[in-house]
């Protein structure tokens, strides 16, 4: 079965503070995901990348960054957190570019006071 | 990028009854169709999906319809019963383009 493991359920961060959130798969999967849930407004994609290296701006990558070093884990990083940053961030992954089912992390809920 | 809604953004059915939640979407490229639900607290999770060469299709008491022509595809669930109490989210795709643009959610209630 397909894991997706997010390295933290519930994070408590200070405005200003550069926050990591990690995402790690182990099915070898091409394609990864940075998204965030907000009541209301459903799944926004942040950032995704299709390879080692490669990233591709989603709806809303204002105040964010990625990192892929290596094909099995992608980060999410806000360089200085912001309240409006408080969300769920769910990660994902899928394995190919051909429209194939994207298996979720079970997501960070994010908290910046 | 695509322009995704759903409708509607609230459905409360009795148990047993049927459910039917649409998704517009804009880009006439797109050509695949995926339901995702979630349920409280747990993470997005895949119920069905629709390739753009069929029309309809069934899982037991779940089904999916799709009108190109229109562009809106719709989830259809029978005799629910209330652990499909959920957030149902459409997510349309075009083939070779990886950037799932996903609905606003329908939170289903389903009362026993």
């Known amino acids: 079965d397909v894991k997706v493991t997010q390295s933290s359920r519930y994070l408590v961060k200070r405005t200003g503070e550069k926050v990591f959130l990690e995402c790690v798969q182990d099915m070898d999967h091409e394609n990864m995901f940075w998204y965030r849930q907000d009541p209301g407004l459903g799944l926004r994609l942040i950032y995704f990348s299709y390879d080692v290296k490669m990233k591709e701006k989603g709806d809303i990558p204002e105040g964010y960054s990625v990192s892929r070093e290596k094909k099995e884990r992608f980060s999410l990083i806000l360089e200085s957190a912001s309240t409006n940053q408080t969300s769920m961030y769910l990660c994902?992954?899928?394995?190919?570019?051909?429209?194939?089912?994207?298996?979720f992390g079970s997501g960070t809920q994010l908290s910046v006071l | 990028g695509e322009n995704v809604e759903q409708h509607p953004s609230t459905l409360s059915v009795q148990e047993g009854d049927s459910a039917v939640i649409k998704c517009t979407y804009s880009d006439s490229a797109s050509n695949y169709f995926p339901w995702y639900k979630q349920e409280l607290g747990k993470r997005p999770q895949l119920i069905i999906d629709?390739?753009?060469?069929?029309g309809e299709k069934k899982d037991q008491r779940i089904a999916v319809t799709l009108n190109k022509t229109a562009k809106h595809f719709s989830l259809h669930i029978t005799e629910t019963q209330p652990e499909d109490s959920a957030v149902y989210f459409c997510?349309?795709?075009?083939?070779?383009?990886?950037?799932?643009?996903f609905g606003s959610g329908t939170k289903l209630n389903v009362k026993p």
């Open positions: 997510a349309p795709l075009k083939y070779n383009f990886n950037k799932f643009y």
């Open positions: 994902a992954s899928s394995p190919s570019d051909s429209g194939e089912k994207l298996f």
């Open positions: 629709i390739r753009s060469n069929v």
